[in-house]
C-alpha cells in the first residue's frame, strides 16, 4: 500500500500598491502537494500561473514576504515549510501611517 | 528679550515674531534673533525655545498665565519640496506635560509671507476673538458671532468678514471652547494640529482662530542650489512613487504583519481590513488625491459619498491613523462610518486618533459591565457598532452625556469611572496610542514610551526601518527585525532626533523618509535657502539638545522612569492570534540602552544641566 497524503491550503495575500494592478487580486488560496510545500515550491506554482511575475517581483529589495505575519528575511530557514492554514502575504514597502 | 537680540541675516525666514497678550488686547512686534536660527534650526526648535524662555513651568495648561507657540518650519513656505509644516506648542491640558502639534495647513506659509515665523500668545482674552494677520499688520478682532461654529464654518466666516478668499484660517470647533482636553486645531485645508488638547488651550484662552494672508517673498540665499537640490528632491519621489492610494494603502499590510491595532489592542486579526483600505476608498468613494503645499506625493484623499445612512458626505477622506482607531481598533469594517466620524471630530475639532482610543476604551468598559447603558446615555457602545461610534464623537466634541467623559481622555476618564477601567485605558502619560503595533515593533513600544508628548508616532518613529525604509545618512542602513529589542535604543534615539530635524525645517517626514529626499539633501536645501552653512551632523546634535530640553521640561513636572512605560498589557498580556500571538514587550533593557545612548539617569533625568549648559539661555 502507497501512503497518500492529502494537498495542503495556503492562503496568500498580495498586498498594498502590487495587488490589483499587477496580480488582479489581493487574496488566493493554492493548494501544494507533497513535495512542493515550501516557500520555493508555491513560488514555482504561482510562476506557472503568473508567467513569472511572482520571481520576477521577489528580486526587488522593495518586496517582503510574510510567513503568518514574519518576515521570510529574519527567519533561519530562508525556504521553511508551509503547513496548511499558513498565511503567505506579498508586500511593497510599506509607508503610511 | 535676549533671544530677539542681533542682525538677521539669513534667507528663507522672515526674521519677526508677533508677541499677542491676549488679557491686554496688545500685540508686539519682536525681531527673531540670529543666534536663535542658529541653534535652534527653526519650527519646533525655536518654538521649544521660545516657551521655555517664557512659560512658567507649573502654570496650569489653561490658565491665563500659559503660553502658547506657533513657529513656522525653517524651510515652511520657500518652495523645499514637502516644506509645508507649522508647529504648536505648549502645556497639554490632556497629559500635563510638555505639548505639542505640527501640521500642514497653508496658515503657516500665509504667516511667514506676512512677515511672520511665530506667534506668542499670553494671557486670555475678555471676549472670544481671533487674529489676523496681513502683511506686517496684525489685529485682534471680535469673535464673539463665531463662537458655537464648527471649524469648518469658522474658516467660511472669517473669510467672508475679511472678504478675502485665499485668506488661511486655524481654528477650534466647540471642543476647544468648551475645554475638551482631546481639542484640536483644525485648518481650512482640513489639516489637523490633532495632538494633545492644543484646540483647548485656545479654547481657554478665548482665541477661535488665527487667520493669515501674506504677499511677501520668502527669500532663498541660494537660488540655483536650492534649485538644484530640489530638482533631485523631485526627482527621488517621482521614482519612489510612495503612497500610491495614500496613508490607507497600508491598512491590508499592516493587518497582515500584526501592526494594526485591534480590539483596544486585545485582537491579533481584523477580517475587516480590506474593507477599511484605501484601495476600497478608491473605489467606493470616488476619492481623488489632495496634496498639501509644495508636495507631489499627494497623501490625502477627498471623497464624496452620495448614498447610504452617511450620505451626503464630501470632503477630505479619513487618514490610515483615522481609519485605524476608529475602525479596526474598535471592531468597526464600515468605512463610510468612519468617514463620517472623521468629519465629525474634524468639524468638532477633537482628534481622531485620541477620540478613538477614548470609544475603544469605553467599548471594552462597557463589555466588562464596568459603565452600563445607562451611563452611556443610551448610546450602545458594543464593538463594531458603526452608528454608535459616530454619535459618541458628536458627543465627545460638544462635551455632553457620557462624551464629556470621554473628552478627558482615557485616563482621566478611567480615574473618574473607578472600578479597574484603568486597565483598559491604552496611554502613556495621558496620550492616547496612535496606530502601530508595540507587540509587532518593539521599537516603537520604546518610541512611545519615551516621547516627550506621549504616545507618539511622529516624534521618533523607528519602525521605518524594520518596514525597509532606511536611512543610511544617519547610520540606519540595515532592515532590523522588529520582534527583536537589541539596538532598539541607539534607533530610536536617532529616529527621534530625524523627527525633529525634519519638524524643525517644516519638512514633511513622508518626503523625506518615504520620498527619498532624505536628511543629507534635506540638510544642503536648509544651507542654500537660509545661507548658514551648517550639515547633518551639527543639525542631529542640535536636535539631540532640544529633545533634551523638552525632556527637562517633563521632568521639572515630576517625569522619571516610572513614565516612561507602556500600558501593562502591552507589557503582561498575550495576545491569542494573529502574527503577534504570544508576543510581549520587554521594555526595560531596551530603555537603559536608549537611557545610556541619551544621556540619562537611571530615572530618566538629564546627566547634566540643560539650562545651565545651554549657550542661550
Known sequence: LVATRKP???????????????????????????????????????DKKQEGKISQILHSPNISILLNGQDIEFLKDKNPILHEGDRIAIIPLVAGG | LAFTEGILTLEGIAGKLLKVDLSRSRIFDDKLGESLVKDFIGGVGIATFLFLKTAKTESHPLSEESRLILMTGALTGTGVVGGNKTTLVARS????????????????????????????????????????????????????????????????????????????????????????????????????????????????????AIAAKGDGNIEVADQDRFKELNKEALRRIAEKKPLPFGTAGSVVAFEEMGNLPIKNWTAGSFLGASALSGQTMAQTMRASKKACFACPIACGRHIEIKDGPYAPLQGSGPEYETIACLGSLCLNDNLESIAKANDVCNRMGIDTISTGGAIAFAMECYEKGIITIEDLGGVKLEWGKSEAIVEMCKLIGKREGFGAVLGEGVRIAADKIGKGAEKFAIHVKGLELPAHSPYRFKEMGLAYAVSNRGACHNR????????????????????????????????????????????????????????????????????????????????????????????????????????DTLPSRFLKDHLKDGPTKGQTVDLDPMLNEYYNERGLDEEGKPKQDIQENSSSF
Open chain 2, 93 to 208: 491640558p490632556l497629559t500635563g506635560i510638555w505639548g505639542e502639534a505640527t501640521f500642514s495647513g497653508m496658515v503657516g506659509i500665509e504667516l511667514k509671507r506676512a512677515g511672520y515665523d511665530g506667534i506668542i500668545f499670553q494671557g486670555r482674552a475678555k471676549l472670544p476673538v481671533y487674529l489676523w494677520v496681513s502683511d506686517g499688520q496684525a489685529e485682534l478682532r471680535d469673535a464673539r458671532r463665531l463662537w458655537g461654529m464648527d471649524t469648518v464654518e469658522t474658516c467660511g466666516a472669517i473669510r467672508e468678514e475679511l472678504r478675502l478668499k485665499d485668506v488661511r484660517v486655524a481654528a477650534i470647533g466647540p471642543a476647544g471652547e468648551k475645554l475638551v482636553r482631546l481639542a484640536c486645531v483644525m485648518t481650512d485645508d482640513s489639516r489637523a494640529a490633532g495632538r494633545c488638547g492644543i484646540g483647548a488651550v485656545m479654547g481657554s484662552k478665548n482665541l477661535k
Open chain 2, 460 to 563: 521618533g518613529s523607528p519602525a521605518y526601518v524594520s518596514r525597509g525604509f532606511l536611512s543610511p545618512e544617519i547610520g540606519l542602513d540595515t532592515k532590523t527585525d522588529g520582534f527583536t529589542i537589541t539596538g532598539k535604543g541607539k534607533m530610536t534615539k536617532i529616529h527621534q532626533e530625524a523627527c525633529l530635524v525634519t519638524d524643525a525645517t517644516g519638512i514633511c517626514k513622508y518626503v523625506v523618509f518615504f520620498g527619498g529626499l532624505d536628511l543629507s539633501l534635506l540638510s544642503e536645501l536648509y544651507s542654500a535657502v537660509t545661507g548658514y552653512q551648517t550639515d547633518l551632523d551639527d543639525m542631529m546634535k542640535k536636535a539631540g539638545k532640544i529633545w533634551l530640553m523638552q525632556r527637562a521640561f517633563n521632568v521639572r513636572l515630576g517625569i522619571t522612569r516610572k513614565d
Open chain 1, 8 to 46: 495542503i491550503s495556503v492562503d496568500v495575500i498580495f498586498a498594498g500598491s502590487i495587488a490589483k494592478e499587477i496580480f488582479g487580486e489581493e487574496h488566493m488560496v493554492v493548494l501544494l502537494e507533497q513535495g512542493e510545500a515550501t516557500l520555493e515550491g508555491l513560488v514555482d506554482k504561482l
